[in-house]
């Protein structure tokens, strides 16, 4: 039967045998996935993989030097951090469209990730963090989110780089890959995290992504987040996040009238993330993290929670 501890040790033996001498490349997410593909090619072949892990100006309060952190002292990770946050930001500006701002971010992606290993023609293979969901979705389903969100899991990379893949996870779902990264010592507190696009926060400014507003969101994202923690709620639900919506109401602070932002928070529970819940957080909670959101974050005026189901809706706004 399948053990995390088996699947380890016949995984990096076929790695071994499939790379040989030869070197890998692996694009970190800072997400689960690629942090126990990198971690288990690491262990098959040591320093012949070197990781890459790139802000690309969209991630949460603190998450580039947090990861990066975990990446080099926790998980002793061959990694390069790569700081690319200006050319996303420029490349999105003025771009409203969600679809194009998902392109903008993967096209930015692919031109940085190959600019980082144009210096080096050594590699001959890529790790990637694919599952077997990805797999399933990319060959045969044109479902819901094949179709109207364009998810880009699955052939990132432009076949221009002659890589050969190499994907040990391609046949498990997450939470076989949770167990595995477990098994392989990745600290807990980075296995449970919440699921996060690969568009990050641009895809939660809803509107066109600037630094004023995606600060914003960082902090009222790092309130909600944090306070889930604090609370013990963070394991309760699936997935938390904050949009910052494109409307401006009215308020009062003091005796002055302002005119600011809304931000909308959204938890679900679920099991896959293909159908979800609203979660029901108990509304002291919910009270406490719009007061503090108004109270510490300016710009913002008015918190609201987000109380419809997938389907119909959607996890993401965007
Ligand atoms: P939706 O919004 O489609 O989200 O209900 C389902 C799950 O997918 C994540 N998501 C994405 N992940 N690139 C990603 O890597 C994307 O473009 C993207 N869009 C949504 C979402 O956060 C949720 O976990």
Not at 6 to 27: M, P
Not at 96 to 104: S, V
Not at 282 to 306: K, T
Request: charged share 25%.
């Amino acid at each position: 039967s399948w053990t995390a501890k088996s699947f380890i040790e016949s995984t990096i033996t076929e790695i071994r045998e499939k790379v040989g001498d030869d070197r890998v490349v692996c694009g970190l997410s800072g997400g689960v996935d690629s942090t126990v593909v990198a971690t288990l090619v690491h262990e098959a072949i040591g320093d012949q993989l070197q990781c890459i892990f790139v802000d690309n100006g969209l991630l949460r309060k603190n998450e580039f030097q947090n990861v990066l952190d975990i990446y080099e002292d926790k998980l002793h990770l061959p990694v390069k951090g790569i700081d690319a946050s200006e050319q996303f930001l420029e490349n999105l500006e003025g771009v409203f469209d969600p679809e194009k701002k998902r392109k903008i971010i993967g096209n930015t992606f692919i031109d940085v990730f190959d600019e980082a290993i144009s210096h080096d023609d050594t590699f001959k293979y890529l790790a990637q963090g694919t599952l077997y969901p990805d797999v399933i979705e990319s060959i045969s389903f044109k479902g819901p989110s094949a179709t109207i969100k364009s998810h880009h899991n699955v052939g990132g990379l432009p076949e221009e780089m002659n890589l050969d893949l190499v994907e040990p996870v391609r046949e498990l779902f997450k939470d076989e890959v949770r167990n595995v990264g477990r098994e392989l010592g990745i600290p807990d507190e980075f296995i449970k995290r919440h699921p996060f696009p690969g568009p990050g926060l641009g895809i939660r400014v809803i509107s066109d992504v600037d630094k004023t507003k995606l600060n914003m969101l960082r902090e009222a994202d790092d309130i909600f987040i944090s306070e889930l923690r604090k609370q013990d709620l963070y394991d309760e639900v699936w997935q938390a996040l904050v949009a910052l919506l494109p409307v401006q109401t009215v308020g009062v602070m003091g005796d002055e009238r302002t005119y600011e932002y809304t931000a909308a928070l959204r938890a679900v529970t679920s099991v896959d993330g293909m159908t979800a819940d609203w979660a029901h957080l108990p509304h002291p909670f919910l009270s406490h993290v719009s007061n503090r959101i108004i109270n510490e974050v300016p710009g913002i005026n008015r918190v609201v929670y987000d109380v419809s189901s997938k389907p119909p809706s959607t996890i993401e706004w965007e």
